[in-house]
């Protein structure tokens, strides 16, 4: 139903900035909710940020203020501009969807996951 790609991870200095990009596929990518995710070695995967079919977002405490999570329904493609890094962001991030959607039922994807290391 919907396939997921993220793409803009990278090794990065602490204090600067990633445009991380998640494209899906299919067609019902604006009835969707969208999130990312990070997982770090030996922890738990935690939500960073989510994107709601209606524009409403929501974000950790920890990333406030810092990162902005952003959706582009023409493009069916999510955002998430992340500044001000710190080496505590160094994490696989993976992006989410995830819906109800009439006529199609439950919906929900992961993609493949994106490294981001911050680290002088």
């Known amino acids: 139903q919907v396939q997921l790609v993220e793409s803009g991870g990278g090794l990065v200095q602490p204090g600067g900035s990633l445009r991380l990009s998640c494209a899906a596929s299919g067609s019902i990518f604006s009835r969707l909710a969208m999130a990312w995710y990070r997982q770090a070695p030996g922890k738990e995967r935690e939500l960073v940020a989510a994107v709601t079919s209606a524009g409403r977002t929501n974000y950790a405490d920890s990333v406030k203020g810092r990162f902005t999570i952003s959706r582009d329904n023409a493009k069916k493609t999510v955002y998430l501009q992340m500044n001000s890094l710190k080496p505590e962001d160094t994490a696989v991030y993976l992006c989410?969807?995830?819906?109800?959607?009439?006529?199609?039922?439950?919906?929900?994807?992961w993609g493949q996951g994106t490294l981001v290391t911050v680290s002088s």
């Open positions: 989410n969807a995830a819906g109800i959607v009439p006529d199609v039922g439950l919906v929900t994807a």
